[in-house]
C-alpha cells in the first residue's frame, strides 16, 4: 500500500515536472538534464554506501553507460534514446556484476581503492584505444525518441525522458530501501558479522547493493552520453568520480531526492562560477562544502521535514 501511495506522488512529480519544462528556456533544461543524471550516478553511490560500501570509482559505470550508448547506433542500429539508455544501464551493470565477486571481500577503504583502481584502469585503456576515439573521445548520434525526430527541440526531449527515468528510478531504490533486501543492506553496514551469524550472507547482500551502484551510473553515463553529444575518457577519471562523490557528501543519506537537488545545485554553482571567477570556482564549492560538513553534517537532505511515524498504542 505504501509503495503504491509512493508510485502515485512520483507520477504526480513527473507530470509536475514536465509541465514545469515547457517554461523553462532551452540552457536551463540541458543543465536539470546534466543534473539529473548525474544525480541518477549518485543516487547510486549513496545505496550502495547504505549497503556498507564505499566507492571512488563511480566514473567507471559511468564511463560504461556513455561509451555503450555512444556505440549502440553503429553496432546494433538503435537511436531511440530510450533504448540507448537502458542498454548502457544494462552494460553498466554486466560489469558491475562481474567484479563484484573480487570487491565484496574487501571493507572500508580498501574497498573504495580497488574502485577507483580499477576506474583508473579503464581511463588508460579508453585513452589509449583508438577505435575507441581514444583521448579525444567520440561525437555521439543525436538520438530519435519513441521513433520520432527530436532534433528540433531537443534540450525538452531529452528533459522528458531524463526526468520519466530519474523519477522512476527513484521510486525504485525507494521501495528497494524498505524491502526485506534493503533493509538488510543497512543491517550489513553496521555489523556484518551478525548478519553472517544470523544465517544470511553479507557479502552478497554488499553485491547487490553494488550491481545497484553500477547499473544507476550506467543510467546516469547514457543520458549525458546522449545529452552532450560526446564522450571522452575523462568520464571515468578520478575528477569524475570525486565530483560524484562530492554531490553525496553534500546530499547526506537521508534523503534519496536531495541527491538531485544537490547535483543540481553543483551544476547552478558550476555554470555561474564558471562564467563569473572561473579559476577560483573549486575554491567556491570547498568552501561551501565545508560550512554543509560543520553546520549540517547530515547533508541538506536533513532540511526534508521528518516523516510523521504513527503513534504506539498503549
Known amino acids: 500500500m505504501r509503495a503504491k501511495?509512493?508510485?502515485l506522488l512520483a507520477l504526480v512529480a513527473t507530470i509536475g515536472l514536465l509541465g514545469v519544462g515547457l517554461m523553462l528556456p532551452a540552457w536551463l533544461l540541458f543543465l536539470v538534464t546534466l543534473a539529473a543524471a548525474n544525480g541518477l550516478a549518485v543516487l547510486g553511490i549513496v545505496v550502495l554506501t547504505r549497503g556498507g560500501g564505499a566507492t571512488f570509482g563511480q566514473g567507471m559505470f559511468f564511463a560504461?553507460?556513455?561509451?555503450?550508448?555512444?556505440?549502440?547506433?553503429?553496432?546494433?542500429?538503435?537511436n531511440d534514446a530510450l533504448l540507448r539508455t537502458l542498454i548502457g544501464t544494462l552494460v553498466?551493470?554486466?560489469?558491475?556484476?562481474?567484479?563484484?565477486?573480487?570487491?565484496?571481500?574487501?571493507?572500508?577503504i580498501f574497498f573504495a581503492m580497488l574502485t577507483l583502481a580499477l576506474s583508473m584502469v579503464?581511463?588508460?585503456?579508453?585513452?589509449?584505444?583508438?577505435?575507441?576515439?581514444?583521448?579525444?573521445?567520440?561525437?555521439?548520434?543525436?538520438?530519435?525518441?519513441?521513433?520520432?525526430?527530436?532534433s528540433g527541440n531537443i534540450e525538452?526531449?531529452?528533459?522528458?525522458?531524463t526526468v520519466a527515468i530519474a523519477v522512476l528510478l527513484g521510486w525504485s531504490v525507494s521501495v528497494y530501501s524498505q524491502s526485506a533486501a534493503g533493509l538488510m543492506a543497512i543491517a550489513v553496514r553496521a555489523n556484518?558479522?551478525?548478519?553472517?551469524?544470523?544465517?544470511?550472507?553479507a557479502r552478497r547482500s554488499l553485491g547487490i547493493s553494488f550491481i545497484l551502484c553500477a547499473l544507476l551510473g550506467g543510467a546516469g553515463g547514457a543520458i549525458v552520453a546522449q545529452t552532450l553529444g560526446h564522450v571522452e575518457p575523462?568520464?571515468?577519471?578520478?575528477?569524475?568520480?570525486?565530483?560524484?562523490?562530492?554531490?553525496?557528501?553534500?546530499?547526506?543519506?537521508?534523503?534519496?531526492?536531495?541527491?538531485?537537488?544537490?547535483?543540481l545545485l553543483l551544476e547552478i554553482v558550476r555554470s555561474f562560477s564558471n562564467l563569473y571567477f572561473p579559476h577560483t570556482w573549486q575554491l567556491a564549492l570547498g568552501a561551501f562544502l565545508l560550512l554543509v560538513i560543520t553546520f549540517r553534517p547530515d547533508g541538506i537532505g536533513s532540511f526534508w521535514p521528518s516523516p510523521i511515524?504513527?503513534?504506539?498504542?498503549?
Open 192 to 201: 556484518p558479522l551478525r548478519v553472517e551469524y544470523l544465517g544470511a550472507s
Open 122 to 150: 579503464l581511463f588508460g585503456l579508453l585513452s589509449k584505444a583508438t577505435s575507441l576515439g581514444g583521448s579525444d573521445g567520440i561525437t555521439v548520434l543525436t538520438p530519435t525518441l519513441l521513433g520520432k525526430d527530436i
Open 5 to 7: 501511495h509512493s508510485f
Open 309 to 314: 511515524k504513527p503513534k504506539a498504542k498503549a
Open 234 to 263: 575523462n568520464l571515468t577519471n578520478w575528477t569524475t568520480s570525486g565530483e560524484f562523490v562530492f554531490v553525496a557528501v553534500l546530499a547526506g543519506y537521508k534523503r534519496l531526492s536531495a541527491v538531485f537537488v544537490a547535483s
Open 92 to 108: 553498466a551493470g554486466f560489469f558491475g556484476a562481474l567484479i563484484a565477486p573480487l570487491l565484496v571481500r574487501y571493507r572500508g
Open 156 to 161: 525538452y526531449a531529452l528533459y522528458s525522458l
Open 64 to 78: 560504461f553507460g556513455a561509451y555503450a550508448a555512444a556505440f549502440t547506433p553503429s553496432l546494433l542500429g538503435i
